[in-house]
Nanobody, 128 residues
């Protein structure tokens, strides 16, 4: 059974940092694209970052470039999103998702509809 579980969200002040984790079970992340998405209240879900090892692609939305880093621990079958210099506009529910290799994570976008499995989400709130 494929399952993705996010953790690491919380309340942080502007300028602070958080590290989100996405733990996978039921499949090996090595062969799949993994994406991080977020959804703020009243807004559509948007792609934040993604990693496609097979295609050697890492993508970041312009709004997070230079502040967020996606990386994997293949031994643990986990993917992380290190978020630094957080801003109030980063507030939202963050989701990780997986897509078949070759889909989902592209050089200039992370295509939401390509992702097959989703975690339950973790809340990130950036506020003073």
């Amino acid at each position: 059974q494929v399952q993705l579980v996010e953790s690491g969200g919380g309340l942080v002040q502007p300028g602070g940092s958080l590290r989100l984790s996405c733990a996978a079970s039921g499949f090996s992340m090595d062969y799949y694209a993994i994406g991080w998405f977020r959804q703020a209240p009243g807004k559509q879900r948007e792609g934040v970052s993604c990693s496609n090892i097979m295609a050697r692609i890492t993508y970041y939305a312009d709004s997070v470039k230079g502040r967020f880093t996606i990386f994997r621990d293949n031994a643990k079958n986990e993917v992380y999103l290190q978020m630094n210099n957080l801003k109030p506009e980063d507030t939202g529910v963050y989701y990780c998702a997986s897509a078949d290799s070759g889909y989902g994570c592209y050089e200039h976008t992370s295509k939401l509809d390509d992702y097959d499995y989703w975690g339950q989400g973790t809340q990130v709130t950036v506020s003073s």
